[in-house]
């Protein structure tokens, strides 16, 4: 039997356990290097669209994330005293692009991930680097505090401050401050019922989602000077700033503890990548394109980045082909979504809402148009296919199948 190929995938996130998973379902031997001492994430959610759910499908767990699915009835967005702007219906959503939207803590998709894996694929603590990216005559080399590690192919899933990025491109720009900062908060609240809805105000935003497992997942943006923080608790600046707004943002800020409040800058890649590979490397998710979290598209993008690199791990160059264009244009709606979000004239706010409400009220579905061309992607069609027919229907392309073309 031929010897299987094998994979280093830096980074244990979203992205880069997906890659190993659908790796690994497709033979390779492949080896997770995680710079945290766990792969417990930061404490916040994630909401998974229909075009990610596809992609869970190609190694199996798409199912069972769709399970996990708490939105129910309507949602929507509305103003600061609490006037519904628009109305979404889950139904309507999941009719339209032929799955759910699925919200669920970060913590609950790594442990699916993870548990795809065998066990000792994943090596926490340990913190790698790229030596040599390696070509179609050499494999690359990636070092550790162990030793170095060669590979047929190395994932980079190492963040949107990726140091496998600034090597493999050292004359990329790198990211940008987008101009907002961001709060995060999961707590349990049972009891609470409430319909999913955004907020938009002043320069500000906020957003209430309900989880299947009673927990509530909160989230706020405003424009702030790069780096401030507030000057006694995050939850006492959060109160400042959206304490007099409708129900039931009061009562998940009384209910949050200081420590419950994460807040991040919010940073992005303005100018795109020439490539998303380099000899045999190829970078996955925010290492790639590091976008806003307007569209919530972020790790959605990851996980398509992952199951398509997979398709296409003999020829680098045609991933670049396949993801490049299509999270460049996703990247740039981000962008101008986090505009609208952000507005701050008077009179532009009122225009904005009033076009929200008239659009609304006169044809709801037009709203959904915003994710066309995104919630309805599909997953390549060989040797993956895009639905929930059983793993062993699934044709395989054999790790050794072509050789890496040559990308430098």
Avoid at 226 to 241: I, S, V
Avoid at 257 to 271: G, M, Q, S, T, Y
Avoid at 377 to 403: D, L, S
Wanted: with cysteine; hydrophobic share 45%; charged share 20%.
């Amino acid at each position: 039997m031929a010897q299987s190929s094998r994979a280093i995938v830096i980074g244990g996130g979203i992205g880069g356990l997906t890659a190993a998973a659908a790796l690994h379902r497709d033979g390779w031997d492949v080896t997770v290097l995680e710079r945290a001492p766990s792969l417990e994430p930061v404490g916040a959610a994630i909401s998974l669209a229909p075009n990610s759910l596809r992609a869970l499908d190609v190694i199996g767990l798409g199912d069972e994330i769709r399970d996990l699915a708490a939105w129910q009835g309507d949602g929507g967005l509305r103003t600061p005293s609490g006037r519904w702007l628009s109305r979404a219906d889950a139904d309507t959503v999941a009719e339209r692009f032929g799955d759910p939207l699925v919200l669920l803590h970060r913590a609950t998709l790594i442990n699916s991930l993870a548990s795809r894996l065998p066990s000792g694929v994943v090596r926490t603590g340990v913190a790698a680097t790229l030596a040599d990216a390696g070509d179609a005559d050499r494999p690359a080399r990636v070092s550790t505090p162990d030793g170095d590690l060669e590979a047929d192919l190395v994932v980079a899933a190492d963040g949107i401050q990726s140091a496998v990025r600034r090597a493999l491109f050292p004359g990329h720009p790198g990211t940008v401050y987008a101009g907002f900062t961001t709060w995060r908060v999961v707590i349990p609240l049972p009891g609470l019922e409430f319909a999913s809805h955004e907020t938009w105000g002043r320069g500000r935003i906020w957003g209430s989602h309900p989880l299947k497992d009673g927990r509530v997942y909160a989230y706020a943006a405003a424009i702030t000077p790069a780096a401030e923080r507030a000057p006694d608790d995050e939850k006492t600046e959060l109160l400042r700033r959206y304490g007099d707004w409708h129900d039931p943002i009061p009562a998940i800020l009384a209910a949050a503890r200081p420590e419950d409040v994460l807040r991040h800058d919010v940073h992005h890649i303005a100018e795109p990548l020439p490539a998303y590979h380099r000899g045999r490397v190829a970078l996955v998710g925010d290492a790639a394109h590091a976008m806003p979290p307007t569209l919530g598209q972020g790790g959605n993008q990851a996980v398509e980045d992952a199951v398509v690199l997979a398709h296409h791990c003999a020829d680098l160059a045609a991933y670049t082909a396949a993801r490049l264009p299509r999270t460049t244009a996703i990247a740039r709606r981000a962008v101008k979504v986090g505009r609208l979000n952000m507005t701050t004239g008077r009179t532009a706010i009122a225009v904005r809402n009033a076009a929200m409400a008239g659009l609304s009220k006169a044809a709801p579905s037009l709203l959904l148009r915003g994710f066309a061309g995104i919630a309805d992607w599909r997953p390549p069609q060989a040797p993956y296919a895009a639905g929930k027919a059983p793993a062993g229907n699934h044709q395989r392309r054999t790790p050794r199948e072509g050789r890496l073309h040559r990308t430098r």
